[in-house]
Every structure is written in structure tokens, then in C-alpha cells.
């Protein structure tokens, strides 16, 4: 390959250099600018430990969140097969995705949270736990959100005993206030339900 023709290819295209420029160059507003000095006045061991990242959701008319590190995938939802004498109204039945079979749950009946009669579109969420995987049916993913852990705050007993002792938190985030979900506490329902 001739010199030429290696630089060329090194160098990236002008309109993505312009875009650069332009994000780079953005003005910022004084609450990006008051967040970014306190992060970065931070002390660099207390600005990761106080960091959590959660896959925020959307199911039952509620945002509910896991913690980004017990989601294994998130994927679209095929066709759920009902299991003869086992499904019920936890335990929907078996998805094949990419050859896994996985076991589906109702992540609304599981919670005590009213399920909608038919969903628009439906999304798989994949959650994992050491060697334990259980999948679910949400409406929409939100999206991953870091928040700072001392905003956590604990559920009103209200909530905590309404979602069958699962809510382990309340997190504000851009969306509105989610729940934050016992990952333990969920699987423990979900084991039931099939066994």
C-alpha cells in the first residue's frame, strides 16, 4: 500500500472531524459545569465507589431498575411457549434465543403490579446472578443511568410490601423516580413459581 494512501485512510473523514468539533465546542450549562467540578473534586477511590449503574425499565406503568451488572442481554421478545401443567401466572414459559432457552417470567405478577391486557412491544430482559438466569418481559428500556449511591433512599413500606418485598431502593433519574429491584428477592419469587 503506498504512503498516500495509508495516510489517507488514517485520517478521518472531514465531516466527522466537524462533528467532533461542534460536540466538543457545545456550550455548557452551569449545572454540567457545577456536577463536572464536584465529580472531579471528588477523590478518585470515593468517585467509583459512589457510582452505581442501573438498566432502567419500564413495565407494569412503572419504571423499575436492576443493577447493570445483573443484566446478562437485553433482546427483542420472540414467541413465548406455554409449558403444559407448569406455566402459570409467574412463570409465562420457554423463549429459544440464539439457541439459549430461556425461562420467562411475568415481572408484573411477580411484583403484585397490574400487567397490560396487550403489550405494544415487548423486550426481553435477561438478569444473571452467578450460574442463575431468568428472563422477563418489560415494555421499554429506558436506558443505563449512573447515580450517585447516597440518593439512593429506602422504599416507603408501602411500596416495599406492594412489590412482594423487592423494591430495595428508590432512584431518581431523568425519567421520573424508579424502583430499584432486590435482584435475590425477585429470583426467589421466580423459583417458586416454577417449582
Known amino acids: 500500500m503506498s504512503e498516500d494512501r495509508a495516510l489517507s485512510l488514517a485520517k478521518p473523514p472531514t465531516s466527522a472531524i466537524a462533528g467532533l468539533e461542534q460536540l466538543l465546542t457545545r456550550p455548557l450549562s452551569e449545572s454540567d459545569l457545577d456536577r463536572a467540578t464536584a465529580a472531579l473534586a471528588a477523590p478518585l477511590d470515593e468517585r467509583s465507589r459512589s457510582r452505581v449503574s442501573l438498566l432502567a425499565m419500564r413495565a407494569g406503568g412503572e419504571i423499575l431498575a436492576i443493577l447493570a451488572s445483573e443484566a446478562a442481554k437485553v433482546v427483542p421478545a420472540g414467541t413465548i411457549h406455554r409449558v403444559p401443567h407448569r406455566s402459570n401466572e409467574i412463570f409465562r414459559g420457554l423463549s429459544n434465543h440464539d439457541g439459549e432457552l430461556l425461562l420467562c417470567m411475568s415481572i408484573e405478577a411477580a ?35 449512573d447515580v450517585d449511591e447516597g440518593t439512593l433512599r429506602a422504599p416507603p413500606m408501602t411500596i416495599s410490601s406492594a412489590k412482594s418485598g423487592c423494591a430495595r431502593a428508590l432512584a431518581r433519574i431523568d425519567e421520573g423516580e424508579a424502583v430499584v429491584l432486590d435482584i435475590h428477592s425477585l429470583f426467589s419469587i421466580f423459583r417458586g413459581a416454577t417449582s
Do not use: C, Y
Not at 403484585?112 to 450460574?131: D, M, N, T, W, Y
Open 111 to 145: 411484583l403484585g403490579v397490574p400487567a397490560p391486557a396487550k403489550r405494544e412491544r415487548s423486550i426481553l430482559v435477561v438478569a444473571e446472578q452467578g450460574r442463575e438466569r431468568w428472563a422477563f418481559e418489560v415494555d421499554s428500556i429506558v436506558g443505563v443511568t
